[in-house]
């Protein structure tokens, strides 16, 4: 027979060990807590022997993989994005995909993500849960089954970990693989017990087997459980991430299996949103659902149906050969063209240090023209909230809101404009959710498709140094004390007339800061009085943390990113800078944009316009000629 083999692949900032036999179309199975790939060493042999290439790789935090030691490294995009990478490295363009358990709960999420990237899926156990915006799962769960349920237990960093090691680790193994069934699992707090105090079965199930927990026992001991520990304390960061795809559909070919028996499934609210329709409705490409079936090992719980018995071969064999050599679909990527909105609504997005009224003249041009016009202050800026933590300005973070604006108004889909870092945030929404956008004009920034070996932000320090002005924002609390020590109006006055051909560079404090910095003696003549004393006055009142935070998230975007390296943005475009615009002076840009790089990475681009002699603000400086260009292009949809 021939023999598993193993590997180490270098992905996402990790070293993965990945577990693999057989040639042929791929399977990709992904396990959940607390297991490896070694859960899914019979259905391997089984599927290889049928001529798929099967690879089952130890998850992050897991076995003979790296666990970094920090929860927040844990979330749904870091994990899809390791797989994502192992494919790369692979040379694997897509795969049918198999997930249990919290294995499951990523297949969901790289299926929504990078639909492209999976043929078909088969899901056991944990059914697809749709973000809710008022309440987290984990905070609903804990809302219904107290403090003590085994997911708010495993909060608590180092406390859980202490009390599994209160027990030897072969019985904490024996304790979980056979505790999540019909009953929840309630952890004790240590003054009542603690996890010492639960009983294992007196009977274990066959499938309990001492190979099992020796070969499980031995890495657990050298690893320790946090790894596994951290998906549950990453979880409400993983819902807070996820606001983007609130409302999304799943657009993979399904199949869903559950035993009568699982714990996720008899969570609450779960069987009727399967039974009602309403998963179906989520996950419109659902083939099946098998929830009902009387087999032994299905009772058992949901370790047991992978563990020892042919059934979980059968139901997985059964789907995929359905699919072997069949396009997927691409559906989730294309361009949603609803032409019974009677009345198309613009989305403006903002840069830095802009507001909403950057788009004042557009807006009133356009809506004249029969348009609905819509330009929030983004997150951080002007009259909308401003949350103090860098964290809290990834891109993530910036979509999650605005389909959130979209979905409050009631607006389907947009005609999307933005510039600046408003430009960077339009690439993203319409590659996130490419159904909620017809069009964009881009204005200025152009798509920066991620590279896994160096950050966009990274480059740029290293090509031009620690005193570029990108830089310079880096540092909280710094460049806000350096900024106050110039007036408002005179700082806005140097923002708006530096970001050109030449290099923005903000000397430190000490060679005379940002006050060294001199506006030119003939302003330009859209930087009126009364440009300035609207943004000075608002500034005056917020400071310039918000907008300086989207900066200070940059590398956090480039990390959270990773799901989506190599993908293609894919809504009709019309791309306008100025012959003096800063960001298409960056090292690279614009031989990217010549070369067809950009018409690849963007393959709607319909329009490229360099306008001679202009800057970087270009929305402000030619309203009238960004509105016609505006125009022009998005009343074709």
């Known amino acids: 027979m021939e023999k598993i083999e193993h590997s180490t692949v270098s992905t996402n900032g990790i070293n993965m060990h990945v577990a693999s036999i057989g040639t042929g179309p791929t399977v990709l199975f992904l396990h959940g807590f607390p297991e490896l790939w070694y859960s899914w060493r019979h259905q391997m042999l089984s599927l290889s022997s049928l001529g798929f290439r099967c690879i089952a790789p130890d998850l992050r935090g897991y076995g003979d993989t790296d666990a970094p030691p920090s929860p927040e490294s844990y979330s749904v995009c870091h994990i899809v994005g390791d797989l994502i990478g192992l494919l790369d490295h692979l040379g694997i363009n897509q795969v049918f995909l198999v997930g249990h358990d919290w294995g499951a709960f990523i297949a969901w999420y790289l299926s929504l993500f990078r639909p492209d990237r999976v043929k078909a899926m088969v899901i056991l156990g944990v059914a697809y849960n749709p973000r809710k915006p008022e309440m987290s799962f984990l905070d609903g769960l804990r809302a219904f089954f107290g403090d003590d349920f085994y997911m708010c237990r495993f909060q608590e960093q180092g406390e859980i970990e202490k009390d599994f090691a209160s027990d030897d680790t072969a019985s904490v193994l024996k304790k979980l693989y056979t505790s999540f069934g019909s009953t929840p699992l309630i952890i004790p707090k240590e003054k009542d017990g603690g996890f010492k105090s639960l009983k294992a079965p007196d009977t274990l199930p066959s499938w309990v087997s001492k190979e099992l ?28 991430l996820l606001a983007p795809w609130t409302g999304a559909q799943i657009k993979v070919p399904t199949k869903y299996i559950a035993g009568e028996q699982e714990s996720t499934y008899l969570f609450p609210g779960v069987k009727e949103y399967i039974e009602s329709g309403d998963f179906k409705k989520d996950v419109p490409l659902l083939e099946e659902v098998r929830c009902e079936i009387k087999d032994d090992a299905y009772k058992l719980g949901p370790i047991a149906f992978i563990e020892g018995t042919e059934m979980a071969n059968i139901e997985i064999k059964q789907k995929i050969e359905k699919y072997h050599a069949i396009p997927i679909s691409t559906q989730a990527l294309v361009l949603s063209n609803n032409r019974q909105v009677l009345r198309p609504t613009v989305l403006f997005l903002h840069g830095f240090p802009e507001l909403w009224y950057s788009w004042r003249h557009h807006m009133l041009s356009l809506s004249s023209l029969g348009f609905r016009c819509i330009a929030p202050d983004l ?3 002007g009259d909308t909230d401003a949350p103090p933590s860098p964290e809290s300005y990834s891109v993530l973070h910036i979509v999650g809101d605005l389909i959130g604006l979209l979905d409050h108004l009631g607006i389907n889909q947009v005609l999307l404009v933005g510039h600046d870092w408003g430009a960077f945030t339009a690439w993203y929404l319409s590659l996130f959710r490419p159904d909620r956008v017809k069009a964009m004009v881009i204005l200025g920034v152009a798509y ?4 896994p070996e160096m950050s966009f932000f990274d480059g740029l320090r290293a090509f031009y140094g620690d005193d570029f002005y990108m830089c310079r924002f880096q540092e909280q609390g710094e460049i806000e004390k350096d900024f106050a020590s110039d007036d408002t109006a005179s700082v806005l006055r140097k923002l708006y007339t530096s970001f050109g051909s030449t290099p923005l560079i903000i000397p430190k404090e000490k060679d005379g800061g940002f006050k060294s910095i ?14 300035i004393n609207y943004y000075a006055n608002k500034f005056n009142q917020t400071g310039f943390t918000g ?3 989207y900066y200070r998230a940059f590398n956090l975007s480039w990390e959270l990113l990773a799901p989506w390296t190599g993908a293609q943005i894919k809504v009709p475009t019309k791309y306008i800078a100025g012959e003096q615009e800063s960001t298409y002076l960056f090292p690279g840009v614009k031989e990217y944009i010549k070369s067809g790089g950009f018409k690849k990475d963007v393959p709607l681009l319909e329009e490229v316009v360099i306008m001679e002699g202009l800057p970087h603000f270009i929305n402000q400086a030619k309203p009238e000629e960004i509105s016609t260009l505006i125009y022009e292009f998005i009343k074709k949809f």
């Open 518 to 531: 001199k506006a030119p003696d003939t302003l330009p003549s859209w930087v009126s009085e009364e440009v």
């Open 547 to 549: 907008g300086l935070n």
């Open 213 to 240: 927990i020796n070969y499980c026992a031995n890495k657990f001991n050298q690893t320790g459980f946090t790894g596994g520990l951290n998906y549950y304390r990453a979880a409400n960061l993983s819902w807070e």
């Open 379 to 381: 997150r951080g800026y």
């Open 448 to 451: 920066f498709p991620r590279k």
